[in-house]
């Protein structure tokens, strides 16, 4: 055998290699026996893990694994077909288990990703959740600056107070080293330093409006970070090498007060805002946060709503403060009007006695002088003077009604009375005067004019005396025509009397009367002048026509009884119609209407001698006294006069059948005897009938005659014809309200 020089090689032979193997075989089938022990133990101990059943059949596939390598030991000696049996057997068991396991792995590997993938989104939203309720812990801290801020500011409306509040809370709540305000000039051209936080800033300082940084705040309602260098920032004094801080400016709305007034919410005006400056302090790192800019524009704007309230109170304690002036020199005024109407009445009152007691000596004494046998010329200028004297007193009682009319104490005396026979009776009193003047006079009656009616006869009588008298008077010759009518729905309105609104009821209706005469007429543009007090056609040719007061008087009594007065005249020359509409009402049907549809008897054939009546006077005026004596000592009364209350009270007794008192003895002296003489006199047909001489007939002085239990009151002055028919009312029916 030939020996072989070749280099050996290093490798160890092939029984050590097998040793090795062996021994690796075994380590490998250890550390495959221990794992599924581990993986049971882990199994065992974990209570959540979702993967169970593949730990297990992995476990299995190391197992085979283990169970190979194991077999594998017997392979290195002589070993019979079992153990060839066995090791393929096994080997075939570790392939299909690990396909198994592979193709297993496939389908778990996406979900163990997708866990993954869960676990950081979890993570990212535990991080946003985190960063958003540290955004809400920063706004819950806003907010409870705010609501703080806001409490600290309304807690006033002095607008002084709130601005210095703001800058206060808003320093001590952001740490700010200043905090200034900048409100606009009277001008509007300019903002002025007006408020600081230190106070050690030149306040009063003024930078024009215009400025760049300045619009550009006002052009937003977000707070803007500004250069610390520009003018509306320079708010501290320059001291020495520092680095400013971050600075801030918001706007201000501020309440334009301009068109301000009472009952009216004033406008808002979005041209006129304050600005609000912040600057942190200099020399750190600190910026501004998200949070604090919010926190400075929500207090801006709750700076905005207080200054509007504040300015709205101020407004209107100003506008109460001159309410209050306004009110105080109304109610003077009104005090001053009351006293003056007071004043007027005395006057009037005064005045009305004064002039009717010579006017009643002048009217009685000339009545009595013309029942005298007299000449034809001593008889006219007799007439002269009772009728001047006449026209003296309607003149008085013009004056009167006019100043009770405007003082509304003048009431309408309603009640039940013969419409027919007011005018038949104005018809019978003006005829004779139109027949002097050769005037034909006719009265025209409607057929369905109620013959009854309710309302105030005495104003009705006066406006039909008034206007039929005009007619009378200024026409020369010619006719004049009354006619009364009941007015139709369609003939009610009228354009010339807009405030007219009539309003018809089944127990009213209107009267329609027209006066027309032939008179020398009145032209359009003195129409309206006609019923204006004192005022004069100037249209009468320089006639005296009057005081003026007549047509003034009438309207006032047609608006009392809810009508409407008015004239028509087609120029001069053409005559004119005077008509007017008032309300009335229907009576019911009762005894008291059927006494008064019986007509009166004629005055002419009631006695014209009253001889044996036994009549006390009482007047204080000895002319007064002396006038009433002999009116009735004429009419052949047995008078008695006496000047005093006490004198009365010691002379009357039931012999005395009628007692006149003079109303207008100082201290009511005349209504106090007139109580005594009814107390005296407990039987009424022994007392006798009280009447009192007054000059005023107003519902005060009716009242007080009725209160004090007279039987009725004479107005002054009075003639022959006047004491005769009152006596013989008051024989008849026991009282006598006379008003004219």
């Not at 006496?642 to 207008?664: A, I, T």
């Amino acid at each position: 055998m030939e020996s072989c020089n070749c280099i050996e090689p290093q490798w160890p032979a092939d029984d050590l290699l097998m040793k090795y193997q062996y021994i690796s075989d075994f380590f490998i089938a250890l550390a495959y026996f221990s794992i599924p022990l581990e993986l049971i133990y882990f199994v065992k101990k974990s209570a959540v893990f979702p993967y169970r059943w593949v730990l297990v059949q992995f476990g299995a596939f190391i197992v085979l694994c283990g169970a190979t390598h194991l077999i594998n030991l017997w392979m290195f000696y002589v070993h019979s077909r079992t153990v060839e049996v066995v090791q393929t057997t096994a080997k075939v068991l570790t392939a299909v288990v690990s396909c198994a396991t592979a193709l297993m792995l496939v389908h778990i590997i996406p979900d163990l990703l997708s866990v993954k993938t869960r676990e950081l989104f979890l993570k990212n939203k535990a991080a946003e959740l985190d960063r958003e309720m540290g955004l809400i812990r920063t706004q819950e801290e806003t907010g409870r600056h705010v609501r703080m801020l806001t409490h600290e500011i309304r807690s006033t409306l002095d607008r002084r107070t709130i601005l210095k509040t703001t800058l206060v809370e808003l320093g001590r709540t952001l740490a700010l080293e200043e905090c200034a305000l900048w409100m606009p000039t009277r001008t509007g051209l300019e903002l002025q330093l007006s408020y600081t936080l230190r106070q050690q800033n030149p306040v009063g300082f003024t930078v024009p409006i215009q400025l760049p940084v300045i619009n550009h705040v006002f052009s937003t309602n977000h707070a803007v970070k500004i250069s610390p260098n520009c003018p509306v920032a320079r708010i501290r004094p320059v001291t020495g090498k520092y680095m400013p801080g971050e600075v801030v400016a918001v706007r201000v709305p501020l309440l334009h007060l301009s068109n301000f007034q009472i009952n009216d919410w004033p406008e808002l005006s979005t041209k006129r805002y304050a600005l609000m400056v912040l600057m942190l302090p200099s020399d750190s790192a600190r910026q501004w946060h998200v949070h604090e800019l919010e926190l400075v524009e929500v207090v801006a704007d709750q700076v905005a709503v207080a200054l509007s309230h504040a300015a709205i109170l101020e407004e209107s304690m100003r506008a109460q403060e001159q309410l209050m002036e306004q009110n105080v020199a109304l109610d003077l005024a009104r005090r001053e009007a009351e006293t003056a109407v007071r004043a007027r009445n005395d006057f009037l009152a005064v005045m009305n006695h004064e002039m009717r007691t010579p006017l009643h000596a002048i009217i009685a004494l000339s009545s009595l002088l013309q029942e005298t046998e007299l000449t034809p010329e001593q008889r006219l200028m007799v007439e002269t003077i009772l009728r001047s004297s006449n026209l003296l007193a309607t003149l008085i009682n013009d004056v009167l009604d006019l100043s009770r009319l405007e003082d509304g104490s003048l009431k309408l005396d309603v009640g039940i009375f013969n419409l027919h026979a007011v005018f038949k009776g104005v018809h019978n009193l003006i005829k004779p005067i139109a027949s002097v003047k050769k005037l034909l006079i006719t009265l025209n009656l409607a057929p369905d004019l109620p013959e009854l009616a309710v309302g105030d006869e005495k104003r009705l009588t006066q406006v039909l005396l008034n206007i039929i008298g005009n007619a009378v008077k200024f026409s020369k010759e010619g006719s004049i025509s009354i006619t009364a009518v009941v007015a139709k729905s369609e003939s009610l309105r009228d354009s010339r009397a807009p405030d007219f609104i009539p309003v018809q009821t089944d127990n009213q209706f209107y009267l329609r009367v027209q006066v027309k005469d032939s008179g020398p007429g009145v032209s359009p543009q003195d129409i309206p002048k006609l019923f204006t007090k004192f005022a004069q056609s100037q249209s009468l040719g320089g006639r005296n026509s009057g005081s003026g007061l007549g047509l003034a008087i009438c309207k006032r009594f047609v608006s009392l009884m809810e009508g409407h007065i008015w004239i028509e005249s087609e120029g001069l020359g053409k005559g004119c119609a005077a008509i007017f509409i008032v309300k009335l009402g229907i009576p019911e049907r009762s005894n008291e209407t059927k006494l008064l549809l019986v007509p009166k008897g004629p005055m002419n054939h009631a006695p014209t001698n009253f001889s044996g009546l036994k009549v006390l006077v009482m007047d204080e005026n000895g002319v007064g006294r002396t006038v009433t004596r002999g009116l009735l000592m004429h009419l052949g009364c047995d008078v008695t006069a006496v000047s005093s209350g006490d004198e009365c009270l010691l002379v009357v007794s039931s012999e005395y059948k009628v007692v006149l008192l003079d109303s207008s003895m100082p201290g009511g002296d005349s209504y106090e005897v007139a109580v005594q003489i009814r107390r005296r006199f407990t039987n009424w047909q022994e007392r006798p009938l009280i009447v009192a001489l007054t000059g005023s007939t107003d519902w005060v002085t009716r009242e007080t005659c009725l209160r004090a239990g007279m039987d009725g009151f004479i107005l002054k002055p009075v003639s022959v014809d006047k004491m005769r028919s009152v006596l013989l009312e008051l024989l008849e029916h026991g009282v006598v309200f006379d008003a004219q």
